[in-house]
């Protein structure tokens, strides 16, 4: 799960022209009855069995991809899917499968030292809240909204660098930090979306509003996104126009 570029963010200059709050309720229920209806069964992307295999998988994942973690955690998790296994492996057998995500060598340490204490002081199963996610190494607090997110059903929200981004794009909470943009997006996304926010967000971004090139022209939240770079209606059209008539449907 990558960082969010704050860095990159400040220095932008159309962030001046940014709204200084989020979306207003309706507009936000609108944003996310449009992300729903395109991915109604919203998930992360990383391969896991349980809690723990996730929490391992999201601690692996800091500023590097999914994919390159979902190819590692397979042959880990068959010698070692839980804490006792995982201890037993220890630092040098946890390394050698995952030598190819970045930061290996840190990483190994933290899901050791991770595994230990879930054993000693949480009897082998992996805490559900976030004081006790956030006392393991390696485990911050946006790894600690995933994993309550996703396993323990809680409406958190974590901010990434895809999340981040369409925050802001969009003006559906525009602020400078991560901090402050999960603080707006859990004021302003409606009980019922809090849920899969974190990953209608960061799916979107990913695969839709890329930070280079955003898919303006198939985006389904297109007519609600402030971003004032998106690509420009006519040009939508005959994008869309294009790919109807190359694959041969007929115009809506
Ligand atoms: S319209 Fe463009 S900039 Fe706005 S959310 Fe969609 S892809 Fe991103």
Redesign the pocket.
């Known amino acids: 799960m990558k960082k969010p570029d704050v860095k990159k963010r400040k220095s932008s200059k159309a962030d001046a022209n940014k709204p200084s709050r989020g979306f207003p309720p309706d507009k936000a229920a609108e944003l996310y009855k449009r992300l729903a209806k395109s991915r109604p069964d919203p998930r992360t992307e990383l391969e896991y069995q349980d809690p723990f295999t996730l929490l391992v998988s999201v601690v692996l994942s800091a500023q590097a991809t999914d994919v390159s973690v979902n190819k590692a955690t397979p042959a880990l998790f068959a010698e070692a899917d839980t804490p006792a296994k995982m201890v037993k492996l220890g630092e040098a057998g946890i390394a050698k499968h995952i030598r190819t995500i970045g930061l290996w060598r840190m990483k190994a340490k933290n899901v050791l030292a991770l595994s230990r204490i879930i054993l000693s002081q949480h009897g082998g199963v992996t805490p559900g809240t976030r004081e006790a996610l956030e006392a393991l190494p390696g485990v911050g607090h946006k790894t600690a909204s995933v994993v309550l997110n996703e396993v323990f059903g809680q409406p958190t929200i974590a901010v990434d660098t895809h999340v981040f981004r369409?925050a802001n794009?969009?003006g559906l909470a525009p602020a400078p930090t991560p901090e402050k943009v999960e603080k707006l997006l859990l004021e302003v996304t409606p009980d019922k979306y809090k849920r899969g926010a974190h990953h209608w967000l960061i799916l979107?971004g990913r695969y839709?509003?890329l930070a280079r090139k955003?898919?303006?022209p198939e985006?389904v939240?297109?007519e609600l996104?402030q971003?004032e770079?998106?690509?420009p209606p006519e040009a939508a059209k005959a994008v869309i126009a294009r790919r109807r008539g190359s694959s041969g449907r007929a115009s809506a």
């Open positions: 369409v794009r969009t979107h839709i509003c955003p898919g303006c985006c939240i297109r996104c971003y770079d998106k690509t």
